[in-house]
């Protein structure tokens, strides 16, 4: 069992940066697959990028976000730079159910979740 706890969020202009902070405690990070998803109000959940052997962004955030752990702190970040009004929501960081080489985006391959960190991207 894991249990995260995101932080970070806050209010920001557009081209501004953030950084995410997912913390762990519970167990030793590295062997789960993490990954950082995303949901605005009347939305569906969105996977945004995820890391275990490898690190992985979708296109709507590539370039922009960069997902890093330290494994030290037990932590997970998301870097969050050029930030625009659509990536205003609520963001989460899940762990998967057990350890994992590979990641994905899709919300069920996770099995622990955080309670979220609002961002929000408006002048």
């Known amino acids: 069992q894991v249990q995260l706890v995101e932080s970070g969020g806050g209010l920001v202009q557009p081209g501004g940066s953030l950084r995410l902070s997912c913390a762990a405690s519970?167990?030793?990070?590295?062997?789960?697959?993490i990954g950082w998803f995303r949901q605005a109000p009347g939305q569906e959940r969105e996977g945004i990028s995820c890391?275990?052997?490898?690190?992985y962004t979708t296109e709507s955030v590539k370039g922009r976000f960069t997902i890093s752990r330290d494994s030290a702190k037990n932590t997970v970040y998301l870097q969050m730079n050029s930030l625009k009004p659509e990536d205003t929501a609520v963001y989460y960081c899940?762990?998967?159910?057990?350890?994992?080489?590979?990641?994905?985006?899709?919300?069920?391959?996770?099995?622990?979740w955080g309670q979220g960190t609002q961002v929000t991207v408006s002048s």
């Open positions: 890391i275990s052997r490898k690190a």
């Open positions: 899940a762990a998967s159910a057990s350890p994992m080489l590979w990641c994905t985006t899709q919300t069920s391959g996770y099995g622990y």
């Open positions: 519970g167990s030793t990070l590295e062997p789960y697959a």
